[in-house]
């Protein structure tokens, strides 16, 4: 099946604890990103990456880090968790205008 | 700056009752805009892709249409299982970075 994984789904961790979010897709697309959903707001860019070892910022890179070593994993991290990051995450990968998104992962940061 | 504005923020709707979404984009240079559906608790499911004023696109009950300064998402005669929020998105063709809007609620009554 064709699809798009994160983990974890749910994590809750305090201020300054480094942490890594996977991404993972079997559908061998070039182009992946990950967003950031907050109540109130639209879908925010943080990062993308058109191919391997090629990454750029998105519309809110601020205190977030990414790699793409490989072409299906896209690893979102943190180095220095704060409160302000307390949001809904995914993670995308597309072929041409079709993005298709991970299922999420819930991060709150005491 | 790129602009989305969805509007209605909720709709409540009858089974069988037809109705439109509206979204309204300012965006330098328009390369696509994008619907999506997203569940609660789910990531978005892609929609449709429209290119050019005058477009249209078609999948089972919902219609797509794009002028060159707004996009309406038409329901025709919704299901209960068409309730979720829809999301629309512009990307400029300077960029890889898309803005989303905050997205329309539908609930369908059955």
């Known amino acids: 099946e064709a699809q798009v994984t994160q983990n974890p789904r749910y994590l809750i961790t305090v201020t300054g604890k480094k942490l890594t979010v996977t991404c993972s897709q079997n559908?061998?697309?070039?182009?992946m990103s990950w967003y950031r959903q907050d109540p109130g707001l639209g879908l925010r860019q943080i990062y993308y990456?058109?191919?391997?070892?090629?990454?750029d910022k998105g519309d809110v890179p601020e205190g977030y880090k990414v790699s793409r070593k490989e072409k299906r994993n896209f690893p979102l991290i943190l180095e220095s968790p704060s409160p302000n990051q307390t949001s809904l995450y995914f993670c995308?990968?597309?072929?041409?205008?079709?993005?298709?998104f991970g299922p999420g992962t819930r991060l709150t940061v005491l | 700056e790129d602009q989305v504005t969805q509007s209605p923020e909720a709709l409540r709707l009858q089974e069988g009752e037809s109705s439109s979404l509206n979204c309204s984009y300012t965006v330098s240079g328009l390369r696509g805009l994008f619907w999506y559906r997203q569940d609660p608790g789910k990531g978005p499911e892609f929609l449709f892709t429209l290119y050019s004023a005058g477009e249209e696109k078609e999948k089972e009950r919902l219609k797509a249409t794009l002028t060159k300064k707004e996009s309406f998402l038409h329901i025709t005669a919704p299901k209960p299982e068409d309730s979720a929020t829809y999301l629309c998105a512009v990307q400029p063709g300077w960029s890889y970075i898309p803005t989303f809007g905050r997205g329309t609620s539908l609930i369908v009554h059955p």
């Open positions: 990456s058109m191919n391997v070892e090629v990454t």
């Open positions: 995308a990968s597309s072929r041409g205008d079709e993005q298709f």
């Open positions: 559908m061998n697309h070039e182009y």
